[in-house]
């Protein structure tokens, strides 16, 4: 007598998985990519996109090759992607930082490049991402720490484009314990990174020693701060819509003479940015004061200008400012 087949898992009941309200209010073309790590976040974010638009979703897995367990990372999600009937692709970077830059910079970068790819290698236009209120939260505490600017404080965007390709956070408005208290409450099983335990990321620490402090005395923060971060994103794109018209009156690249025209306060905008959307690079709020400087004194032909900014350095020729990557 032949053997009965051992049954398929089942996906799990996501009814109730609070990521789903947030999916129904998202507008995104279909099919769509899942960014899925494993982890509690994109698993609960997965559950509720696969229930939502079955057979129109994807999910793509970054294998950093980091951690001995990205194998085993890589297998889990395939498993749960099985269960789900869900497509994965799992795309291997190498995540590696270089001499003087942050490995947390490195992979964050490294993995929206596979992710943007991965997405248009299958046609997809559209890449979902698991952030969420807490993250938002710990986002705009690392930026106050750092001291940060507008950019800084407007946090994590909901909706940004990079590489070509468009990435979501429908997740910033429900914080981490509703999407736990649902995998437990499914016995939906997930990855626990164990570099999120690592008290050597000061994220991790705001996350373990800070937000219970803040929680307690401010119950309301993750609204609050959502609220904020949203008051510098607005104060952000008319300094952004400035800047550009700024840009477009002084060159690309700018001319001083042009640039010295403008207020302290305006050069400052319209070379953050010139930098950051013709060059990918941010100055150091130092690097920023001695260019200003430098600028405020350039009032003769043979005044010189060669400035690291960056990984690279701002240079005059012939009165046009002009950058150049590298040492």
């Not at 969420?132 to 484009?161: C, I, K, N, W, Y």
């Not at 004194?297 to 002009?322: F, M, S």
Request: some cysteine.
């Amino acid at each position: 007598m032949a053997a009965s087949p051992t049954p398929r898992p089942r996906p799990a009941d996501a009814a109730d998985n609070p990521a789903l309200a947030a999916l129904r209010a998202t507008t995104a073309p279909l099919p769509l990519a899942v960014a899925f790590s494993g982890g509690a976040d994109s698993t609960a974010l997965l559950h509720a996109a696969a229930r939502i638009w079955p057979g129109q979703v994807h999910a793509i897995h970054v294998h950093h090759g980091l951690q001995a367990a990205a194998d085993d990372f890589a297998r889990h999600c395939q498993k749960v992607c099985e269960t789900l009937v869900v497509p994965l692709h799992v795309i291997r970077v190498d995540a590696r930082h270089q001499s003087g830059e942050s490995p947390e910079d490195a992979a964050r970068r490294a993995r929206y490049f596979a992710l943007a790819q991965g997405a248009a290698s299958l046609g997809l236009k559209t890449v979902l991402l698991a952030q969420h209120a807490d993250d938002q939260v710990e986002t705009l505490l690392l930026a106050l720490s750092r001291g940060a600017g507008l950019p800084g404080l407007a946090a994590m965007p909901a909706t940004f484009e990079r590489h070509g390709v468009r990435f979501q956070r429908p997740l910033l408005g429900i914080g981490a314990a509703a999407l736990r208290a649902w995998l437990a409450g499914q016995g939906v099983e997930f990855i626990e990174d164990p570099t999120n335990a690592d008290a050597a990321f000061t994220r991790n620490r705001i996350r373990r020693d800070v937000l219970p402090a803040l929680e307690k005395a401010f119950p309301q923060l993750r609204e609050t701060f959502a609220r904020s971060a949203r008051h510098a994103a607005q104060a952000q794109e008319l300094l952004a819509a400035l800047a550009a018209d700024d840009l477009a009156a002084a060159g690309n690249p700018p001319a001083v003479r042009e640039l010295r025209k403008l207020s302290r306060a305006r050069q400052a905008n319209l070379l953050r940015h010139w930098l950051r959307t013709t060059h990918e690079a941010a100055a150091s709020a130092a690097q920023m004061e001695e260019l200003l400087d430098q600028l405020e004194a350039c009032a003769t032909r043979g005044h010189d200008i060669r400035i690291k900014v960056a990984n690279g350095r701002i240079e005059l020729h012939q009165g046009i400012l002009k950058y150049s990557p590298g040492p």
